[in-house]
């Protein structure tokens, strides 16, 4: 039959979760989950009958906590994903990927892309023409590098790697604060205000160093929480 | 070449607008526009360099102020387009529409159907195998039936019509409060807790009768405002 791909929203921290999954097998992986949208997700996967294999997080997030462990007990069999260099969740999380690992749902495959630069760990993933950019590239906009590990120098490089997938590829960010959904590697090329194709390296550094953002409000609790996979000690 | 079809989010009235558009002829229609998001889809119009021919509106909308008038002052030769029993927005619209009315957007036809029931006036909207639903059927809900010429019996007639749609049609609603954002003919006769298929006429009249919501808290304004297609006075 066919790929059943789902974006779903939490308003508050504005964060997109994907549901992606084979309405054949009936396996099927979530991305970037949050907390206090766990019963909507978990209803989701009841009514349509889905076997979780893969609980995904895009990197070590800042400002929600993910509900990978607390999922993880209604689907034990599920496997937590999270890049390799996210050492300090090593303990909570099941596969730790780095580039071009391949993630199986039925006849679909998740391919990872390392994208480090917003934090060090961050992986962005491809199924079909759909790129999940996780905090790497948003639509008209790039993520933070303040924090976790994170460097414009490093990103202005997962960016151009990313700008090398056909311009048809779909993007789809882990957030977005102006109510758009999904973009093109086509139109963030020559539209995205950070780093659109004419942009150098140096162009980029200054955009990300003018950003000048406050820190998330929940980023003390939110990434020792997401370093444990959502177990709140 | 292909569709393009967008979902825009706004947080406030948790209202999903559509961009609709041929990416050959660049012929393009936004349902369901919202005023104080008119800075976003403008940008998202002339980056995508498309000829806005439709301005839909799914209903006359209590919750929030449509941003038809305004967006045709920067697209004069955009027509707007609204159900025919809307007689009180009969003289700032250009096109009334009724069942089975075809709006060509280059080589894609959005067709007409009629769906009262939440209002008076509600039309559904079908491209391809995607259908806007307006406030008639959301994602596991349904539209409140106690204002504007609301009454729970058309809902019923129109959902039923929707339902007999095949079941793989991807139903896109005006709003969703949940984060959800798309969903299926076939998961909707299932699991729509107002109206899954099992439900008779009088399951669901109670169901709306029972909803028990508060007005929309900019109704006052949003209703005149609206059948005046967004021109405030």
């Given at each position: 039959m066919s790929l059943i791909f789902k974006q779903l929203f939490e308003r508050e921290s504005c964060t997109y979760t994907y549901l992606i999954a084979d309405?054949?097998?009936k396996e099927a992986a979530i991305v970037d989950a949050v907390d206090i949208m766990m019963d909507r997700d978990k209803a989701l996967l009841e009514e349509l009958e889905l076997d979780l294999k893969f609980i995904i997080e895009t990197h070590i997030h800042a400002d929600h906590i993910t509900s990978a462990c607390p999922l993880k007990k209604y689907y034990p069999n599920a496997r937590i994903v999270i890049g390799m260099e996210n050492v300090d969740a090593e303990a909570c999380s099941d596969i730790m990927v780095n580039e071009g690992h391949i993630l199986n749902i039925g006849k679909y495959e998740i391919a990872t892309i390392e994208t480090p630069g917003?934090?060090?760990?961050c992986i962005s993933y491809l199924v079909e023409n759909k790129l999940l950019t996780g905090d790497a590239l948003f639509i008209r906009s790039t993520g933070r590098?303040?924090?976790?590990?994170?460097?414009a120098e490093s990103l202005y490089d997962s960016i151009q790697k990313l700008f090398?997938?056909?311009?048809?590829t779909e993007v789809y960010p882990a957030?977005?604060?102006?109510?758009l959904s999904m973009s093109t590697i086509g139109e963030e090329k020559k539209f995205?205000?950070?780093?659109?194709?004419?942009?150098d390296q140096k162009a980029f550094i200054k955009n990300v160093n003018n950003l000048n953002l406050g820190l998330p409000k929940k980023i003390k609790v939110a990434v020792p929480a997401n370093q444990s996979c959502g177990l709140i000690s």
């Open positions: 309405s054949d097998s917003h934090t060090i760990g590098c303040d924090f976790q590990g994170g460097s090398k997938l056909p311009d048809t957030h977005d604060y102006n109510g995205n205000t950070m780093i659109k194709e004419s942009y």
